[in-house]
């Protein structure tokens, strides 16, 4: 049965049902040594507590592929999402199967192509010198940088008008840290995952209203229109749609720009490389995200019974899919802890994940932080007192502060 919600995050439940303490700040900091420990012992692994563990690329890949694993309507955080008026579970589409995932999923794929997203790019370099320029010459980059820059960009994409992107830094934090199991969560911070998403979907309802209303050259007007045209998407899959874009893609993009920077930053050597060839700042960036993920892991359900590598598994069993440490799998990476920009990758990084869930957000998300990463690379930053804090969770692996300052 799935784990009941404690008061606090249980240690005990915690222990049985991962092979690392997510709490602890070692781990925070580094989590790398610990997955190269777990997964000496194989690619798969079970925890006493009955979760299946994935840490290996080809294994993770595999997994990430196979049409018998998924959400189903099992324990997970789809669970959580609550009714719409009509009785019907809510769910973004990122939390399910075909052919309902497929369905929705087309309506917006079109406006995440790189050809389309390549039209932000001139409004991304803008806003990155605009930020810029009122940072200063002693500043925290997350403060100043990663985070105002995705909130514009996507709120630009959305419709969403730049003085209400404020109110998304906090609802997506709360919604990216409920990403984490419900057995490492407190009951406050489950209730305020609720919450912020409740307060995204009003906030969809009513642009969605105002925009049915009055259209503009906008994503949630082109939704809209597609809402009117008949029986493809209801309205609280429209409203769940802009809160899923606005959510998932605000805070990965906020932490690959300060994990990548960071990653940076310590290594002066890779940051002078990068000044020298500010051409290869695309493969630079995927080598970023392989070498400290934002996403470090994925949540599944098995549908079927199956096999993955050489253990089976049985229906019904949740999967934890360790995207961060399948990044570092020595079977597939030389020195696979080495940040190497000009690594030439013999398999693709597992960062936006793999398979029909895919990053939808890629292109822009690509294309915003090669703009943002070789922006800050041609300055020259060092890391300020008191240095990088990490932020708490386990999914999403971030930074709340990088103080820098400009020499
Ligand atoms: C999945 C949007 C940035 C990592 C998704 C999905 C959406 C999305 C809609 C669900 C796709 C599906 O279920 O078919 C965005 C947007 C972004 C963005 C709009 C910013 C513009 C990022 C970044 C990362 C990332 C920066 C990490 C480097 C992932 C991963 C998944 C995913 C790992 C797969 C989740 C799974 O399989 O359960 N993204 N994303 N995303 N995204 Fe992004």
Redesign the pocket.
């Known amino acids: 049965p799935p784990p009941t919600i404690p008061a606090d995050p249980g240690q005990y439940a915690i222990s049985r049902m991962l092979p690392f303490n997510p709490f602890d700040p070692a781990f925070r900091e580094d989590p790398y040594p610990v997955y190269r420990r777990i997964a000496e012992n194989g690619p798969v692994m079970r925890t006493p507590g009955g979760m299946v563990v994935v840490l290996g690329h080809r294994e993770a890949s595999d997994a990430?592929r196979d049409p018998l694993i998924g959400w189903g309507d099992g324990q997970s955080v789809a669970e959580h999402f609550g009714r719409d008026p009509e009785g019907r579970p809510v769910r973004q589409?990122?939390f399910m199967d075909p052919p309902d995932?497929t369905r929705l999923?087309s309506l917006?794929s079109g406006a995440?192509t790189t050809r389309v997203v390549e039209r932000l790019r001139p409004r991304a370099v803008e806003l990155t010198d605009r930020l810029l320029a009122s940072a200063g010459s002693s500043f925290d980059l997350m403060d100043a940088i990663a985070h105002p820059l995705?909130a514009l960009?996507?709120g630009d994409l959305m419709g969403v008008p730049e003085d209400n992107m404020d109110r998304f830094r906090g609802w997506s934090a709360a919604i990216g840290r409920g990403l984490d199991p419900d057995f490492a969560l407190t009951r406050a911070q489950v209730a305020q995952r609720q919450g912020a998403r409740e307060q995204f979907n009003h906030y969809f309802t009513e642009l969605a209203a105002r925009r049915r209303a009055e259209p503009a050259d906008d994503l949630v007007s082109k939704l809209v229109a597609v809402e009117q045209e008949g029986d493809r998407l209801t309205e609280t899959e429209l409203v769940t749609t802009c809160t899923?874009?606005v959510s998932?893609?605000?805070a990965?993009?906020v932490h690959?720009i300060g994990n990548g920077m960071l990653a940076l930053l310590r290594e002066p050597g890779q940051l002078a490389w990068l000044r020298a060839n500010p051409d290869r700042i695309g493969a630079a960036v995927e080598e970023l995200?392989r070498y400290d993920?934002?996403?470090q892991m994925?949540?599944r359900t098995a549908l079927s019974d199956t096999v993955i590598g050489d253990t089976p598994i049985r229906r019904g069993e949740s999967m934890l899919l360790v995207?961060g440490a399948a990044n570092r799998d020595p079977a597939v990476y030389d020195e696979p802890d080495r940040l190497d920009l000009a690594r030439r990758t013999p398999a693709r990084h597992?960062?936006?994940?793999h398979?029909?869930?895919?990053?939808?957000?890629?292109p822009?998300?690509r294309l915003?932080?090669q703009v943002v990463i070789g922006r800050l690379a041609e300055l020259d930053l060092a890391i300020a007192d008191p240095g990088p804090r990490h932020t708490e969770g386990m999914v999403i692996r971030g930074l709340a502060s990088l103080p820098v300052v400009a020499g």
């Not at 398979?355 to 890629?362: K, S």
């Open positions: 990430l589409f990122i995932h999923r917006v995440f995705p960009l996507l899923l874009l998932a893609g605000y990965l993009t690959l995200i993920a934002p996403a994925i949540s995207l597992l960062g936006f994940g398979g029909i869930h895919f990053c939808l957000g890629a822009l998300a915003a932080v």
